[in-house]
Each structure stands twice: as structure tokens, then as C-alpha cells.
T-cell receptor, first 113, second 114 residues
Framework: AQSVTQPDIHITVSEGASLELRCNYSYGATPYLFWYVQSPGQGLQLLLKYFSGDTLVQGIKGFEAEFKRSQSSFNLRKPSVHWSDAAEYFCAVGARNFNKFYFGSGTKLNVKP | NAGVMQNPRHLVRRRGQEARLRCSPMKGHSHVYWYRQLPEEGLKFMVYLQKENIIDESGMPKERFSAEFPKEGPSILRIQQVVRGDSAAYFC????????????FGSGTQLSVL
């Protein structure tokens, strides 16, 4: 069965510190992988995606993610967090025909000044 | 180019009433998805529609829930005889074509059932 696991429900980091949000997936075939960010009261915005090729992908707002097939992981990273990064982050996998996108339960990021 | 528009933003219904949630996809987008989000949970897939067709409704409850995406007008998610457990945020997303994977999300409709 397809599933996406984000083991950290809440994470707090200090402004300027590095960040890594974990994502593990279970999918029968090679999936498309995504990270989205959601600000309070808003819809989701795409940060980055992985389809094939280089396993380290760059996204908007200075985020990057690395696909590790052997670990079924797609962790999101940022070298230096800004206060405006405080939001909820969702990892997602998509079927190759785009019929479905499965989302993790999200990680809420809090940034300390 | 307006984004995905959902209305209303907030909808309050009493148990047993009907709820209609509307989603106008981005201009030129013919693929629409509906998701439900509960607190502390991710987005749960409900239904995927293309113009005038339901492609995948495997996430829809078998009773009381229905969705449509007519040739003209917005996509509608309809919940009949609402119960308190239907209280959630409902998000709509759209994308442009069969080879374009990028989803654009609306701001959601928060349904509260009293």
C-alpha cells in the first residue's frame, strides 16, 4: 500500500540553524516525490519535486531535498532557517499517471528568534 | 491569472443539512482534486476529476458525498446530511494537463458542523 510517513510532528529550530525534515515513503513503483509548504489558513505551495536524475534537487526559498532509494527517503533540508520559514511542511508521492498524490501528515516547523 | 478559488472560506452547517463546497480551478486547468484535512493529519485524497468525468473516487465515502466538475462552472463537492465528523478543511487542487504534474492548491473551505 502507498503511504508517506513524516515521523516528526513538530520541530523547533533557532533562526540561522540548519534544518532537516524527514520523509519516508512506501510505494510499489518509482514515484514522483514532492515537498509542499502550508502557511496558516492557506493552501499548499510546491517547494520542490523529484522525478529522476540527480538525487539532490533544489527548490524555492533555499530548500533542497535528497532522494535515497535504498532508504525510501526524501528528506528536506535548509542550511540556515529564517523566521519566515515557520509553517507546516508536507511530503507527498505521486503516481506516474498523476491520478493520485499521497501526502504525509505534515511537520510543523517553529522558528525561535 | 487568478489562482485556485474556493468558496466559501468558512461554512457552518447543522447536523442533517447539506454542504456545497465550490472550487474554480486555475484558468486552463482541466484536472481537479479534492482533499480533506483533519487536525494533526495530512491531506487525505478524496476524488480526482476531469471535465465532466470522475477519474478516481476511491477516497470518497460511499454515502452522502458526491463530486462533479461540469463542462462549465466550478467543481462542486457535495455533502448531504452532514454529521459532526465531517468537520474538516477541504482543499481543492488543480493542474493543467495530462503531462503536467504541478498541483496548485486553493485556500480551502473550513466546514464546521454544529
Amino acid at each position: 500500500a502507498q503511504s508517506v510517513t513524516q515521523p516528526d510532528i513538530h520541530i523547533t529550530v533557532s533562526e540561522g540553524a540548519s534544518l532537516e525534515l524527514r520523509c519516508n515513503y512506501s510505494y510499489g513503483a518509482t514515484p514522483y516525490l514532492f515537498w509542499y509548504v502550508q502557511s496558516p489558513g492557506q493552501g499548499l505551495q510546491l517547494l520542490l519535486k523529484y522525478f529522476s536524475g540527480d538525487t539532490l534537487v533544489q527548490g524555492i526559498k533555499g530548500f533542497e531535498a535528497e532522494f535515497k532509494r535504498s532508504q525510501s527517503s526524501f528528506n528536506l533540508r535548509k542550511p540556515s532557517v529564517h523566521w519566515s520559514d515557520a509553517a507546516e511542511y508536507f511530503c507527498a508521492v505521486g503516481a506516474r499517471n498523476f491520478n493520485k498524490f499521497y501526502f504525509g501528515s505534515g511537520t510543523k516547523l517553529n522558528v525561535k528568534p | 491569472n487568478a489562482g485556485v478559488m474556493q468558496n466559501p472560506r468558512h461554512l457552518v452547517r447543522r447536523r442533517g443539512q447539506e454542504a456545497r463546497l465550490r472550487c474554480s480551478p486555475m484558468k486552463g486547468h482541466s484536472h481537479v482534486y479534492w482533499y480533506r484535512q483533519l487536525p494533526e493529519e495530512g491531506l487525505k485524497f478524496m476524488v480526482y476529476l476531469q471535465k465532466e468525468n470522475i477519474i478516481d473516487e476511491s477516497g470518497m465515502p460511499k454515502e452522502r458525498f458526491s463530486a462533479e466538475f461540469p463542462k462549465e462552472g466550478p467543481s462542486i463537492l457535495r455533502i448531504q446530511q452532514v454529521v459532526r465528523g465531517d468537520s474538516a478543511a477541504y482543499f481543492c487542487a488543480s493542474r493543467s494537463g495530462s503531462t503536467n504534474e504541478k498541483l496548485f492548491f486553493g485556500s480551502g473551505t473550513q466546514l464546521s458542523v454544529l
